[in-house]
């Protein structure tokens, strides 16, 4: 089991993103620890938001006031509500915020059942729960979980292997075609992208782009790809390299057929719907593009927004983290189109958008939501955005990409003193 710890300063946005897999039946409330329950036993976001308040109001001089922990099984592991529970009381208790209000909710809407826990940092007396060794603490607490309910063991290689996957590339530290690799290897087996567009959406956040490379060669059709790195603005950093030298998987071939079975699996994904309500609610509740990207990451949702020369937005992406899905925002709905960002963030003519799903009360508007979020703005092309955002990214069991390079040739080698 592995345990990924959020820190933040948005406790609307938190409570939101899991009450509305709540809302859509995709998740449910397990336990309220130190939190009034309702009369019926159903919840707002509003209510809970409600509940937080005297501690977050009691804060001397945090700025991450707000804790949005996952705790994730291996999906082979069947695990029962009331042990969800349990681990989740021993876990907040062994990490020091037994006496502070906290929800534990549980995620159904992908095949990987899991629980995220929302709680503050701040006591009651405004002081904050010390968290310098909250990474080690949390691990040795995952293990002796894992022992307690006989679990499927994440070892600390594993978790090491995983933390070389998914992280941007840094032009200036060489060795390109190395990093570019630990991510193009890897993002398609975790993420659906339909096109080859959502696909240079997700790269940008990596510093990469893809390019098709099309012509002829000794009288034949050649259709391939090349990738590059790009710098902090989104220029290009390096020569291009070929997609052979990545594997199959990054290849024109294999991700055409990527592009087809996300297609069909992204029409019946429900994670959708949700999708569409919380873009949504962050145009109702922001006024600019800061803050609707800010509001939008809180919640581990990327917005990769395409520009021409002019300025013109003729693009827009989300790509949302906790689902693995990359969506165009035309194909959520045509009232989140490129054009409609563009008349807002352009032309000043914020769109008026009815919001049916949410649950949110009218009385949540801007002026009573939290503004400072996880304290950065993903940009297009950023190699220094806040890995902490990828606590939502699945575990991927990553390969030593420059280790791997040497085994074969070590491989090659002992071929070769074999035929001498």
């Known amino acids: 089991m592995i345990a ?25 409330v397990l336990l309220l620890n130190r939190l009034p329950d309702t009369m019926d036993g159903r919840f707002s976001v509003a209510y809970f938001n409600k509940c937080f308040e005297p501690y977050l109001s009691a804060n001397i001089k945090t700025e991450k006031t707000v804790r949005h922990i996952s705790l994730n099984p291996d999906p082979a592991d069947k695990i029962s509500d009331n042990q969800f529970t349990e681990m989740a009381q021993e876990y ?85 075609k190395s990093q570019i690799a630990s991510v193009v290897r890897h993002l398609p087996k975790y993420y659906s992208f339909p096109t080859l567009g959502s696909y240079n959406a997700l790269l ?38 070929k997609a052979s030298l990545f594997g199959k998987d990054a290849g024109v071939a294999q991700l055409q057929k990527h592009f087809e079975q996300s297609k069909e699996k992204m029409k019946i994904n429900p994670a959708r719907s949700i999708l569409k309500n919380t873009i949504e609610l962050a145009i109702h509740t922001t006024n600019n593009e800061t803050d609707f990207r800010k509001q939008l990451t809180e919640q581990g949702i990327n917005t990769v927004v395409r520009r021409n020369i002019e300025g013109r937005i003729y693009g827009m992406t989300f790509i949302d983290h906790e689902s693995r899905s990359v969506w ?48 950065f703005i993903p940009q297009e092309h950023s190699s220094n955005f806040d890995l902490g955002l990828f606590s939502l990214l699945p575990d991927a069991q990553g390969v030593d990409y ?16 074999r035929r001498l």
């Open 402 to 417: 420059e280790e791997e390079q040497f085994a074969n040739r070590m491989r090659k080698k002992k071929k070769k003193g």
């Open 4 to 28: 990924k710890i959020g820190k933040g300063s948005n406790m609307y946005g938190a409570i939101l993103y899991n009450q509305q897999k709540v809302d859509k039946e995709n998740g449910e």
């Open 92 to 176: 907040m208790e062994r990490m020091g915020y037994s006496n502070q209000p906290y929800i534990v909710f549980k995620h159904t809407d992908i095949d990987r059942t899991h629980i995220h826990i929302v709680s503050t940092c701040v006591g009651i007396d405004g002081k904050k729960i010390p968290d310098d060794y909250d990474h080690p603490r949390s691990m040795a607490i995952c293990r002796d979980l894992e022992q307690k309910y006989n679990l499927r063991k994440a070892t600390e290689q594993e978790q090491k292997q995983a933390n070389k996957v998914f992280r941007p590339v840094d032009y200036h530290k060489g060795d390109i």
């Open 328 to 375: 165009n925002g035309s194909a959520l709905d045509r009232d989140l189109s490129a054009n409609v960002f563009n008349d807002w963030w352009n032309n000043g003519n914020k769109p008026e958008l009815k919001i049916q799903d949410s649950p949110v009360s009218n009385t949540n508007t801007i002026d009573n939501q939290p503004k400072d979020l996880f304290g």
């Open 204 to 241: 940008s956040l990596f510093n990469i782009i893809a390019e098709e490379v099309k012509g002829k060669r000794n009288g034949q059709t050649v259709n391939g790809l090349v990738y590059v790195a790009l710098d902090d603005n989104g220029n290009k950093a390096s020569n291009p390299f």
